[in-house]
């Protein structure tokens, strides 16, 4: 037992000698390798590690050059009610009876002056042409007019004479009474022959001077008006002349035709399945947003959401479509040629229109799970797609972060975004360029280490 004991003790001993050996000859290894050894191990082993680190896949650093080459435009997001639309195709059109009216000659005579121009702008009263009477009836109706106004001043004169006599008991009061039916008579038939005389278009003026026992042979053919309206708000535009000065009209004939276009209907066109959807729309007042097909941005001001103003209740057999109609205010630009204002008008009949009708409300559930909150709305181009996957680039600074998110809705100009802390309302995100920022990114990551540098 004593001998194993000291051979045990040996054996250990050498090992522990053996070990030294090989440590000695090997310390320029692990002295500089292992860095719970030595200060110089640590840091080699950091620098180690430093040059091994991928690329971080999420974010590019660019300069300011390449930032203005790509024209990047960054804002912070604010969640505002969104509305999922259908889009439909319309066309700009008058509206019945009230866009367009029509000018006639109420009796027969020759033209003698045009007093407007195509494309001018008119007023309730304005002159539109003059018109040389050839009619015999309404010459007769004139000297009726006139025999008639003078019996009347001479029955009043009488009227007055006999309540003299009548006062001073020197007349019976019978012969006031009879006097009186005489001026009664006589007023109610000047006011019909006055009231026909309007009929044929004659102005306050001409009458009072034919009551005066003058003869009018021309006639003054004015602008109507329109009682739901005062002339002040109400401005047409000479859409055609139908006659020529020299012209001999009968009565009846149209002279010209004039336009309202200060208001307009847009006419839409929707499929059976779609009437449910624009029914809700109108009832609710629903805002509708109209697209110009043929205007440039910044062409004129911003127009505003419209509402459905009635739907309509015929199919088209064709092409199994029925109309819709909305109300458009309509805007002009006034032009003085001459002396005479002719209007340029935003929107004209025929011009053709997108229209975007809100069918449902977009809203997505904040971190608790049960509270809805607005959407964010960006560009359609803000936000770049990798299979499912759909990203936004938040800046910061030279830095552009690539970070998820969930796609709610997105047509070809927008994209709307979950408000569900994806994104804050803190961060610069970037509006455009998401796929050459994402293009960038990719390239960055695919170079290596070694060509990791500013782009």
């Not at 047409?236 to 307009?264: I, M, N, Y």
Request: with cysteine; hydrophobic share 40%.
């Amino acid at each position: 037992m004593r001998w194993g004991r000291w051979l045990l003790r040996l054996f250990g001993l050498g090992l522990l000698m053996g070990s030294l050996v090989v440590a000695y000859w090997t310390h320029d290894w692990w002295w500089f390798q292992l860095p719970w050894v030595s200060p110089e191990s640590a840091a080699h082993a950091q620098e180690g590690e430093a040059e091994s680190d991928p690329i971080v896949p999420d974010r590019i650093k660019l300069s300011p050059q390449a930032q203005q080459n790509l024209g990047l435009r960054a804002a912070t997001l604010t969640p505002r009610p969104y509305w999922r639309t259908l889009l439909m195709p319309g066309v700009i059109t008058g509206r019945p009876g009230e866009t367009e009216m029509s000018v006639h000659a109420r009796v027969g005579g020759v033209i003698t002056d045009l007093a407007v121009r195509p494309g001018q702008t008119v007023r309730p009263g304005q002159l539109l042409c003059r018109l040389e009477l050839v009619s015999e009836t309404l010459q007769t109706l004139q000297i009726e007019l006139a025999r008639t106004a003078n019996d009347l001043a001479l029955a009043r004169v009488e009227r007055e004479r006999l309540a003299r006599l009548v006062e001073g008991g020197t007349a019976a009061a019978g012969d006031l009474t009879r006097q009186q039916s005489q001026v009664d008579r006589l007023t109610g038939l000047v006011r019909s022959l006055r009231r026909q005389l309007q009929l044929y278009g004659f102005q306050d003026e001409q009458i009072a001077r034919i009551e005066k026992g003058e003869v009018e042979t021309t006639l003054q053919v004015c602008v109507p008006s329109r009682p739901e309206l005062s002339s002040a708000e109400t401005v047409f535009e000479v859409k055609e002349l139908k006659v020529r000065p020299g012209d001999q009209v009968p009565a009846g004939t149209l002279l010209c035709t004039l336009s309202d276009h200060r208001w307009l209907f847009i006419e839409g066109w929707a499929f059976q399945s779609e009437a449910k959807a624009l029914l809700i729309a109108a009832e609710q007042g629903l805002p509708v947003t109209a697209e110009l097909v043929d205007e440039e941005p910044g062409d004129w001001p911003e127009l505003g959401p419209l509402t459905i103003h009635h739907l309509g209740n015929q199919l088209d057999p064709s092409n199994r479509t029925f109309p819709f109609y909305l109300l458009l205010p309509n805007q002009a630009r006034p032009l003085d040629r001459d002396g005479k204002t002719y209007l340029a008008w935003r929107f004209r009949p025929g011009q053709r229109v997108r229209l975007r009708v809100p069918v449902e409300k977009l809203a997505s559930y904040g971190p608790d799970g049960t509270t809805l909150l607005d959407p964010f709305v960006v560009p359609a181009e803000a936000v770049v797609r990798e299979g499912p996957e759909a990203f936004v680039f938040v800046q910061a600074g030279d830095v552009f972060i690539r970070k998820p998110v969930h796609v709610l809705y997105e047509d070809r100009r927008e994209a709307v975004l979950a408000n569900d802390r994806s994104i804050t309302q803190a961060e610069l995100v970037v509006l455009n360029q998401a796929a050459a920022l994402n293009r960038a990114l990719k390239a960055a990551t695919a170079s290596g280490p070694e060509d990791h540098h500013d782009h």
